[in-house]
């Protein structure tokens, strides 16, 4: 079982990614060579320091670019090997990429004002050209198509029709605006990919390759198998324990989407990291609790405690395993930058790796002066280095590639001024009332998530959504985190549902029954995002005790629309019952007292019908017996 979920969750961190073909010979050595590399260049720059930014970030997109075109292929057949084609893109790609570092550092670019030289447009469009390649190889179509067309739009503005109507810009303006500027590749996306996202991704890759992950699995699969719906529970909680260190889905939260929020918004990491806690909590309890509903209905049982293991014992033998996560916790409370907590949790977690007897056995070594020994310890932890580093690199490759090609969307939408005008389109659509332009961005943000990278899908929508969202008074975080939120539910989203097809493919089910499932067992989770909007004590803004009693409120609206929509709460519920269920976590979602009291009486009622009618019979006592 712990196998199975493990397999899962690494598979879960690649759910974004197109499969990486397998090289050999002189692509491989080449491949490794470059991760490892970059690997210690990105560790290295997080706990001493990064250098400026048209050094780093077009370095790391570089690196990136050299392991996609090797580890990629651009078509279904290039299985075997790297064709020549290939080795002539990344030859071609990488200098005009690096070039930009050259001419903004140490070229004549600075006193040129910027006015771009022909060399500076045709390195431009090779370096344009060449991240949408990457990023169809590393994520398919769906965003290069998306890219190219908001480069479309900023050429053919002219003939767009009312409200998107814009004068229109050259050829030359449009490639000098994305790759002479912090406006288009080189931009605040690519930015946090090159900082923040690749160390705590590196990070996560340490975890999983020195076994640490497994414990975490193993602690979650302990705690919860032998409950009802044990095993599903399981992946909720590893999910809960891990996707926020190995960059998928809805942990990106925590770690790469808010990140690159906290870079657009200004508002500090620890703040939104601490905002978006409830919300985090309050999906995976909405899961946790639909997983559990869901087989109290369908009468399933838990796993054997004799077949578990136990986490009482995993504790105390691997307590330790918990300190690398626990110190970057508190270096970031602290107000330490997010990269030099990544880099000293990166540190620690090599050093509680190391078993016991291999630490006894390498200090014996030492004092006995057994080279064989010691070497063979070095190559051993060498490898598990390498190993872990060309791991995180290769994960890096789908987010780099993803950050990069958003970069391109965000700088047309601020070259156009597409951004005002989408505001202004929802604004009026709405009519100005803020439940229809929360509908209206929930979908904008599931369709324009749909196939997205999460990381890129929130770039896109942060230039279109949350501006309107912004202008009808939702709190900036509350904004940012409520297109976020669907831009991410949208991998569970029919029709282009990459979460599902991956999930079916592991469980060898339909998709589209899978894709059903998965959008009924997450349903609960749809109402989150309305309940911070309306209640942005959810997120920590107001007094501590407006926080608990709306805390306190929107549990229980998730207990029941988690109910409701899977037919159990004490016992199965009748279809009346269920719709009663979901009006009364509906009601729950408009903040005032009166809405809650009517939410609550909605909810306690159904408990007490269901109790009463359950409770068995009373036997009498017969007469003249004590």
């Not at 599903?232 to 926020?244: E, I, P, R």
């Not at 505001?423 to 659509?429: G, N």
């Amino acid at each position: 079982m712990t196998e199975t979920i493990e397999s899962d969750a690494s598979t879960a961190g690649e759910s974004e990614t197109k499969k990486a073909r397998e090289v050999t010979g002189t692509a491989r050595y080449l491949a490794m060579a470059v991760a490892v590399i970059a690997g210690v260049y990105h560790v290295y720059t997080a706990g001493f320091g990064t250098p400026g930014a048209f050094i780093n970030r077009p370095l790391h997109l570089a690196f990136v670019t050299v392991l996609a075109f090797l580890l990629f292929p651009g078509r279904s057949g290039d299985t075997e090997g790297v064709p020549w084609y290939d080795w002539l893109l990344m030859v071609v790609s990488v200098p005009s990429i690096l070039y930009i570092a050259y001419a903004i550092e140490f070229g004549t670019l600075a006193s040129r004002s910027g006015d771009p030289l022909t060399r500076d447009i045709v390195f431009g469009a090779i370096t344009i050209l060449a991240v949408l390649e990457i990023t169809r190889r590393a994520t398919g179509l769906i965003l290069p198509m998306i890219a190219s067309s908001f480069l479309l739009y900023a050429y053919y503005g002219r003939y767009m029709p009312q409200p998107i109507i814009h004068r229109g810009y050259t050829v030359e303006r449009i490639i000098s605006h994305s790759y002479l500027t912090t406006e288009g590749i080189f931009g605040i996306p690519l930015g946090v990919s090159a900082t923040f996202v690749v160390v705590f991704i590196i990070l996560g890759a340490f975890l999983e390759v020195t076994g640490i992950g497994d414990w975490f699995i193993d602690l979650a699969y302990g705690a919860t198998g032998r409950t009802t719906g044990g095993p599903a529970k399981t992946s909720v909680m590893a999910s809960g324990f891990l996707a926020s260190l190995n960059g998928s889905a809805v942990a990106n939260t925590a770690t790469t989407g808010a990140f690159i929020m906290s870079s657009w918004t200004g508002i500090p990491y620890v703040t939104i990291i601490a905002a978006a806690s409830i919300p985090a909590l309050l999906y995976f309890l909405s899961i946790g609790a639909a997983v559990h509903f869901r087989a109290k209905r369908e009468g399933l049982e838990g796993v054997p405690a004799e077949d578990l293991p136990d986490p009482w014992k995993l504790l105390k033998t691997g307590f330790h395993f918990l300190i690398p996560l626990i110190v970057l916790v508190v270096l970031l409370v602290q107000g330490n930058s997010a990269m030099k907590a990544a880099f000293y949790a990166i540190v620690l977690t090599v050093i509680v790796a190391i078993p016991r007897d291999r630490a006894t056995e390498f200090v014996r070594a030492l004092g006995n002066g057994d080279t064989e020994t010691i070497r063979s310890l070095v190559h051993g932890a060498c490898s598990l280095g390498v190993a872990a580093m060309e791991r995180g690199m290769r994960m890096t490759i789908t987010v780099a590639a993803a950050c990069a090609t958003a970069g391109l969307v965000v700088g047309m939408v601020t070259l156009t001024g597409l951004g005002l005008k989408f505001s202004t389109l929802i604004t009026s659509l709405s009519g100005g009332v803020l439940i229809v332009a929360l509908i209206l961005t929930m979908l904008t943000s599931i369709i324009l998530g749909m196939g997205l990278p999460t990381t890129a899908a929130y770039v896109v929508l942060a230039a279109l959504g949350a501006p309107a969202l912004k202008q009808m008074g939702v709190e900036l975080i509350a904004a940012h985190l409520f297109i976020f939120y669907f831009g991410i539910i949208s991998a569970i989203t029919p029709p282009i549902m990459l979460a599902v097809f991956t999930a079916s493919g592991i469980a060898e089910s339909h998709p589209w029954k899978t894709g059903l499932t998965a959008l009924n067992l997450a349903a609960a989770g749809f109402l989150v995002p309305y309940m911070f909007v309306y209640g942005p004590q959810l997120l920590l803004i107001g007094s501590t005790t407006m926080i608990v009693i709306s805390a306190t409120t929107a549990i229980v609206g998730i207990l029941a629309l988690s109910a409701g929509t899977q037919g159990y709460f004490y016992t199965s519920a009748s279809y009346l019952e269920r719709i009663a269920l979901v009006v009364g976590a509906v009601v729950l979602i408009a903040p005032g007292l009166l809405t809650d009291l009517a939410g609550f009486a909605i909810i306690t009622a159904v408990f007490l019908k269901q109790y009463v009618v359950n409770q068995p019979p009373e036997i009498p006592t017969p007469t003249g017996v004590d």
